[in-house]
Every structure is written in C-alpha cells, then in structure tokens.
C-alpha cells in the first residue's frame, strides 16, 4: 500500500525513526542493524515501508534497502514470526548476515533475536531456505557498490562452495570460507577461489 516514504528525518530513537514528509510526521519501526546507517536529523532518507494493519492499530515498518524489506516480508510469512518478531530477527542479524545464516542452517544464530525461540528460528531456516540460494549469498557478500559480475564468475564461487563440500567441509564452513575470498580478493576462477578459500577454513 505505501512502497516507500522520502523525507526529512525529524528525530532517531531506539527501535524507530520520525519522518517527516510533507508536513507529515511519520513514526516509523526500523531494525537496530539499520537505525545505525541512518542519517541525521535534518536529512533526507529513502525507506521501502511495509504497513502493518490490525483492527486497532497500524504501524510502517521501513528499511534502508528493498532488499531488507522483501526479506521482512518474507519472515512474516513463517509461522510464528510476526512484524515484531520480523524486527527483532533483522535488529540481531542484518539482511546479509540473516541470508547466510538461512543458508548454513544456522538456527542458533537467528535464534538469538529477542523473542524467536529455538523452534522459530528451525522454521524460519525451515521455510526460508529454497527462498534464498547461492546467488543471493554471492550477490550479498560482494563488496558495497560492486557488480555481481558475470555468469561465470557466480559459478566459480558456486563451484568452489561444492567442492569445499565435497572435501567434507561443512557448508556452513564453506560459505563462509568463500565469503571471506570474495571480500579481500578479486580471484575468478574455482582454482583461484577455493584455494584462497582452503587457508582461511
């Protein structure tokens, strides 16, 4: 219903931003990860808004990215999870670090959110998980402003991913182990990557 609002931000407090557009004062929830990145008051912000609506309330989540949002909207699709739940998931774990948790099946680490028990977290990996794939993971873990290159280059890092795999590491490890070669290197190829990648696992 609202895809976004652009203002002025009025005022930052702890789980929500004022914005003012239009004469307008906005009140709305943001996830900690992402109150941190905003900016000062007096400036201009974007937010991607998600309305929430019960019979006696209403409430605009908004986030920095698109990215966040969609990934919001997809959280209150589980079972269990709700709008608040939602935040408390994204306030502990931002978008890139709560998809590579999803990935790894890493239950543990979304279940740290404040109010997500470990049953939750099971069903968000759960549920989530063919929502996410490796694309996303790479996309994500590419360096802020940089291109998710070519077809090939996203196959090298999914072809080293699987063949971490199969020299028997975890794929929790070698996601991880990939992800720090993409950050600090520029390496292209599978051979390249998955021996950058044998030195920090």
Known sequence: MIGFVRGIVDSV????????????????????????????????????????????????????TRDACDFFKMLITVNGVGPKGALGILSTLDVDQLRFAILAEDSKAIAKAPGIGKKTAEKVVLELRDKCDSDDFIAA?????????????????????????????????????????????????????????????
């Open 141 to 201: 873990k590419r360096p802020a402003g940089e291109t998710a290159g070519t077809q090939g280059d996203t196959d090298a890092l999914k072809d080293a991913i699987e063949a971490l795999v199969a020299l028997g590491y975890s794929s929790a490890d070698a996601m991880r182990a990939v992800k720090s070669v993409i950050a600090v290197s520029d390496a292209t190829d599978t051979e390249a990557i998955l021996k950058q990648a044998l030195k920090v696992i």
């Open 13 to 64: 407090h702890e789980n929500y931003v004022l914005l003012e557009n239009n004469g307008i004062g906005y009140e709305i929830f943001v996830p900690a990860s992402e109150l941190e990145r905003m900016p000062h008051a007096g400036e201009e912000v974007r937010l991607y808004t998600y309305l929430h609506v019960r019979e006696d309330l209403m409430q605009l989540y908004g986030f920095l």
